[in-house]
T-cell receptor, first 112, second 109 residues
């Protein structure tokens, strides 16, 4: 089955620690995205990548970093500079043929 | 980014039709109107999209006003599984999407 996988489903971070969230897709999509969602709120864009080895900041990129070394993978690192990292993180890709965005199941990050 | 306006919440009864409105008065000629829905603790799910003409698929129908400044998502016969937050978004290709707060739809049994 084609789709987007995110791991882990739940992730715990200690103060001052960097953590990396995984996002993999086997849909052969060029564009990939990371969103953050806080309780009761809509999605806010962190970073997006329209092609391998290229990515752009979204609206709330501070405290986050990404890489796009392979078409299938777009990992997100939440650095210690992100002071309020507790949120639900969603990865997505864009299907040009279908003209729609596909979302993964999400990772919930909690700070200990 | 062109923005959309939706009611914060709506309520309906099971097996009745639901009409979810969306205003997008600043829409440009190349913006597609997309609808997604999100169940609790899940990623958003694509529902339907259109440009100018009304659209139907197995999940819903999309009615687009003639001036394209508003649209309505129609669930013909709501079930309890349709309870979700519904987002109306304007999209131009593989670009960043701007999600509003959406409409929280409650379905009463």
């Amino acid at each position: 089955d084609g789709g987007i996988t995110q791991s882990p489903k739940y992730l715990f971070r200690k103060e001052g620690q960097n953590v990396t969230l995984s996002c993999e897709q086997n849909l052969n999509h060029d564009a990939m995205y990371w969103y953050r969602q806080d309780p009761g709120q809509g999605l806010r864009l962190i970073y997006y990548s329209q092609i391998v080895n290229d990515f752009q900041k979204g609206d709330i990129a501070e405290g986050y970093s990404v890489s796009r070394e392979k078409k299938e993978s777009f990992p997100l690192t939440v650095t210690s500079a992100q002071k309020n990292p507790t949120a639900f993180y969603l990865c997505a890709s864009w299907g040009a043929a279908q003209e729609t965005q596909y979302f993964g199941p999400g990772t919930r990050l909690l700070v200990l | 980014d062109a923005k959309t306006t939706q009611p914060n919440s709506m309520e309906s009864n099971e097996e009745e039709p639901v009409h979810l409105p969306c205003n997008h008065s600043t829409i440009s000629g190349t913006d597609y109107i997309h609808w997604y829905r999100q169940l609790p603790s899940q990623g958003p799910e694509y529902v339907i999209h259109g440009l100018t003409s009304n659209v139907n698929n197995r999940m819903a129908s999309l009615a687009i006003a003639e001036d394209r400044k508003s649209s309505t998502l129609i669930l013909h016969r709501a079930t309890l599984r349709d309870a979700a937050v519904y987002y109306c978004i304007l999209i131009q290709g593989a670009q960043k999407l701007v999600f509003g707060q959406g409409t929280r739809l409650t379905i009463n049994p």
